[in-house]
């Protein structure tokens, strides 16, 4: 069974498009198995996509790889992403706005 490697919010009431979380680095994702992110619709929404990405570097300026993504489905909602294998940097980003409310994102690490 997976061991909890930390958990921690990422996203705090953000609703603007292309806003970035804090980036995971290699340091926290190091040795992860499984990374699965929670996104909480706040009450009031009625759109936002958040997407999950990865990249070589941290520091990386670039387009970052799309791993997935996590559609608005329902105001006052949860949903989640799971994904894995080793990754050197992560993160999420609000690739479309979000509407009439904000987004919350946690992730959860198990190696």
């Known amino acids: ?3 909890l490697k930390f958990f921690r ?3 705090a009431a953000l ?4 806003a970035v979380s804090s980036v995971l680095n290699s ?3 190091g040795g992860a198995e499984w990374t699965t992110f929670y996104v ?7 759109a936002g996509i958040i997407t999950i990405e990865a990249a070589h570097s941290a ?4 387009t970052w790889a799309s791993l997935g993504t996590v559609a608005w489905a329902a105001a006052s909602s ?8 080793s990754h050197m940097a992560l993160r999420a980003r609000i690739s479309t706005a979000a509407v009439g409310g904000t987004i919350d994102v946690y992730v959860n690490l198990s190696a």
């Open 59 to 62: 520091t990386y300026s670039g």
């Open 9 to 11: 919010q990422i996203i």
């Open 27 to 29: 340091a926290d994702v």
């Open 78 to 85: 949860v949903k989640s992403i799971t994904v894995q294998g």
């Open 15 to 18: 609703s603007v498009l292309n």
């Open 40 to 46: 909480v619709f706040g009450a009031g929404t009625s």
């Open 1 to 3: 069974m997976p061991k």
